[in-house]
């Protein structure tokens, strides 16, 4: 695994950005939560707390490794967004990754709070949708062929 890109680790460090799972049921259907949890406690993977052992998104998870399917994330803050496409990699019920993230659940939930196990999540491809970024990019691929043309039409 490579190192996730600076950026992209201190916004999943970052507890006021908005986190999403996207994961698909056995017909294919997309299912996105929001993830409060999730967060990288190394810069390579990513790990977030699973509250529930019955919850769609955790039958999902599963069936994502039984059928090696990957899941989607996306992580924004402001004008700042990447997506993480990764394969779930261990559904972790003990340990230390486990207490880290279940005494973090019980500093922002109270000390009665629980987790049923945190997902490790690999990534295999990340991407800065930025708009910024983006449009960076378009207009370095296509001049202002990317561009509608009202935006190069003069004020009226």
């Known amino acids: 695994m490579s190192r996730l890109p600076e950026e992209l680790v201190e916004l999943l460090n970052d507890p006021a950005s908005g986190k999403v799972v996207g994961s698909t049921d056995e017909d294919g259907t997309p299912h ?3 993830k409060g949890s999730l967060t990288t406690l190394d810069g390579e993977t990513i790990v977030f707390a699973e509250g529930f052992e019955s919850t ?3 039958r999902n998870l599963i069936r994502s490794i039984w059928f090696n399917r990957k899941v989607s994330i996306n992580v924004t803050r402001g004008t700042t967004s990447y997506q993480i496409k ?3 990699h261990k559904y972790l019920i003990t340990g ?3 207490r880290t993230m279940i005494d973090r659940a019980r500093e922002r939930r ?3 709070a629980d987790i049923a196990g945190v997902w490790v999540i690999a990534p ?3 991407r800065n949708e930025s708009p910024g970024y983006r ?3 378009a207009a370095a691929k296509r ?3 990317h561009n509608h043309l009202d935006v190069l039409r003069e004020p009226e």
Request: charged letters at 15%.
């Open 32 to 34: 996105l939560v929001t």
């Open 135 to 137: 449009a960076g990019l």
């Open 96 to 98: 230390r990754i486990f």
């Open 124 to 126: 295999e491809e990340v």
């Open 143 to 145: 001049g202002h062929f």
């Open 110 to 112: 109270g000390p009665q």
């Open 56 to 58: 769609q998104s955790n």
């Open 86 to 88: 990764g394969r779930p």
